[in-house]
């Protein structure tokens, strides 16, 4: 196939996923249900049934769409989403997760601190949750689960701002790093310390103190941020 060949097709490609994605808009369709088979997508837009398993199948790595072996296709999770963590990028070098972690520092400060005025209430009920959850891992020992749930934690909390956008943006940050946590968590070694400076966030959220939230999380994000400029300046 010729390089002008190759555009053309990824352009055909293109817009033929975003005319899946409205078709799944327009009929509201949610997360789980079932979406239409391959060969009425390949009659509806009058494209070869290997040209929609290649659309899908890029819907697929987004999480837009499932498709089931001998099932169907179904509507993903991540249907809806704007913000998404690239799922085939490489693990963050030392210096990338730094840049990271400035970015978590100066995203999620001013984040926590609309949460604190939004209080979205599911969200915080999830974050005491985690809260709990955590504090049951940290006397197991389960640290490789702790890690999960701290992440779930800050998506949580982004989540209670009401801003779905925002809370993107900090989930495809998070989900980055997140296999970066647990190494985190051994060398900080401080675990409860990390869990209480989880549940001071929480209380004032819940009980609407914006610049507090602010000042927590930001205190919070930049003490991540030390421990591993030290594990850089001493591996």
Do not use: W
Not at 115 to 128: N, S
Not at 132 to 138: F, G, P
């Amino acid at each position: 196939m010729s390089a002008s060949g190759g555009v053309v097709r990824r352009s055909l490609l293109d817009d033929l996923a975003t005319s899946m994605l409205t078709l799944i808009a327009e009929r509201k369709l949610a997360p789980g249900d079932q979406f239409e088979a391959v060969r009425s997508l390949a009659e509806r837009f009058k494209v070869a049934v290997p040209t929609v398993r290649e659309a899908l199948r890029r819907l697929e790595a987004t999480g837009a769409v499932e498709l089931r072996h001998g099932s169907g296709v179904y509507v993903g999770p991540n249907v809806g989403r704007l913000v998404l963590a690239n799922p085939l990028a490489l693990e963050p070098s030392p210096d990338r997760l730094v840049e990271l972690l400035q970015a978590r520092a100066l995203i999620e400060p001013p984040v926590a601190a609309l949460a604190a005025k939004t209080r979205a209430e599911a969200p915080l009920e999830q974050m005491a949750k985690d809260l709990d959850a955590a504090a049951e891992l940290i006397a197991s020992g389960d640290h490789a689960q702790l890690a999960e749930v701290n992440m779930d934690f800050h998506r949580s909390l982004a989540l209670a701002s009401g801003n779905a956008t925002l809370a993107e943006v900090v989930e495809s940050v998070t989900v980055v790093n997140a296999r970066e946590q647990l190494e985190i968590l051994h060398i900080h070694g401080d675990r409860q310390a990390d869990l209480d400076e989880h549940r001071a966030i929480y209380d004032a959220i819940r009980s609407g103190d914006p610049d507090l939230a602010e000042l927590l999380t930001r205190e919070h994000l930049d003490g991540v941020l030390a421990v591993i400029n030290e594990r850089l300046q001493h591996p």
